[in-house]
């Protein structure tokens, strides 16, 4: 079918695109097939590699080139200039090798959105209520209480659920833990590192589940759970329960990514049309910071990575260097062609036109060819930035937004090495399960923190040489 974005870029560049096609469920039968084959490889090709293969092991056997290497050597100088970008820090580290410090692949990457998780709040609860933006974790306590003992929307019944998250296990209680100077690498909510590590003061490590910052907010969640300010499901927490409560007018508080919270409200006001998700910036705790020490990042999530092949022709390299790091391309591969696909509105916004406007995002990125072969390059969502700002439902969005802008910085490059890695799974195995099980009691109320410190000299006795490590 049609490929105009394809098209345009073959044209651009002079080049013509020779396709290899497997079907979707044997694509990466058929590349370790042809790499164990030892033959003629695709110029580029994803990496879908067989279990226990990394692209650096196919660089050290010059199956692959580095990109590192091709940038280096100025055969890629649009990847390199986006890579020496500051808000790129993230996408940077997470392609890094930990030993080597290359990068050996090029990511499908989409929109650098917030990525530090933020609390959402009922908004109009707050104004029906009478309070302001918690500032404080006690001041986070009073505004559940509040939404718990007073009815705020409104049905007579004591139904309100004050706060909820939808991780299950322990997970969930890592949320509050930048309240308490807990920071996590690259401010990920969901890494394997960020569940027991954590960044203090901008620039110590620390191992979470022993840290006496970990201890106050525990103390503090526990005052929560014991007042019946958590849903009391949270450690069994599944998607029917959290949608069930987002969804029916009865949850006044969690935590979710900044992107969300726009689509939350217009489900909301299906039910209550004067409802509004409210993002807050989070609330510090005096004893561990204070605002100025916020700190908020951007990132980019990165996907299907593609690795290019040590004997690429010139033309396959200027091709990958373009879709992935030409800074106009990325309207290009969103919009289309002006005049065709889009026209530029009076308000210097693009709108899709003819058959493009009514057709919806799937099927318009497929029909233009911005997918095809899923090469690396950078989906911006162009079209959720434009309506961010036409919409007026976004409007208490944009007011999150301008008040944590002072605070956004690069994010935290540090991160495990694949054999501190090794060291603390080794470590952790046999003492994992019991610090899940202790954090669950100590929230819970059934483990008192008069035990604390045996629970630490537990841990440390156990795995402290392999943490140490």
Do not use: C
Request: aromatic share 12%.
């Amino acid at each position: 079918g049609e490929q105009p974005v394809i098209e345009f870029v073959e044209g651009k560049l002079n080049v013509d695109i020779e396709w290899q096609i497997f079907p979707h469920a044997d694509r990466g039968t058929a590349i370790t097939l042809m790499i164990a084959a030892g033959g003629k490889l695709p110029d580029l090709f994803p990496a879908f590699l067989s279990s226990g293969t990394t692209p650096r092991d196919l660089a050290e056997k010059g199956i692959i080139v580095s990109i590192s290497d091709l940038m280096d050597a100025g055969k890629m100088p649009l990847t390199k200039a986006k890579f020496d970008r500051p808000e790129m820090i993230s996408v940077k580290n997470q392609l890094t090798d930990d030993e080597t410090g290359k990068i050996y692949a090029l990511p499908w990457m989409t929109n650098r959105s917030l990525l530090l998780w933020t609390d959402y709040v009922r908004g109009d609860w707050l104004e029906k209520l009478g309070l302001d933006d918690p500032t404080t974790p006690n001041e986070y306590r009073d505004m559940l209480r509040a939404f718990k003992t007073q009815d705020p929307n409104g049905n007579g019944k004591a139904d309100e659920i004050p706060w909820q998250n939808f991780y299950g296990g322990v997970t969930w209680v890592k949320m509050f833990s930048r309240m308490f100077g807990l920071e996590y690498l690259d401010y990920s909510m969901s890494t394997y590192d960020s569940l027991y590590w954590a960044i203090i003061n901008a620039d110590e490590v620390v191992f979470t589940a022993t840290d006496p910052r970990f201890k106050a907010q525990l103390e503090w969640v526990n005052s929560l759970w014991t007042e019946g300010l958590i849903n009391q499901e949270h450690f069994n927490m599944t998607s029917p329960i959290f949608n069930a409560s987002v969804s029916n007018n009865t949850l006044g508080s969690q935590n979710m990514w900044p992107s969300a919270i726009v689509g939350m409200t217009e489900q909301l006001r299906q039910i209550e049309p004067e409802a509004v998700w409210h993002a807050i910036p989070y609330a510090v705790d005096p004893r561990f910071g204070s605002v100025e020490d916020s700190r908020y990042a951007l990132r980019g999530a990165v996907s299907h990575t593609f690795l290019i092949a040590a004997d690429a022709s010139d033309a396959a390299i200027r091709l990958i260097d373009y879709v992935f790091g030409d800074e106009d391309f990325v309207f290009t591969a969103e919009y289309g062609i002006e005049g065709i696909h889009h026209e530029i509105g009076v308000d210097g916004y693009p709108y899709y036109i003819g058959k493009w406007a009514s057709m919806d995002n799937i099927t318009r990125r497929n029909a233009l060819g911005s997918q095809v072969g899923r090469l690396p390059h950078e989906d911006k969502n162009a079209a959720m930035l434009q309506r961010i700002e036409t919409d007026p439902v976004f409007d208490d969005y944009k007011e999150y937004l301008a008040k944590i802008d002072p605070y956004i910085k690069p994010p935290f490059i540090w991160k495990l090495t694949a054999e501190q890695k090794d060291i603390t799974k080794a470590g952790l195995k046999d003492i994992q399960t019991y610090v899940d099980e202790s954090i669950m009691k100590f929230v819970i109320g059934t483990k008192p923190f008069s035990e604390w410190d045996e629970y630490v000299a537990t841990v440390q006795a156990e795995a402290g040489a392999e943490i140490d490590a």
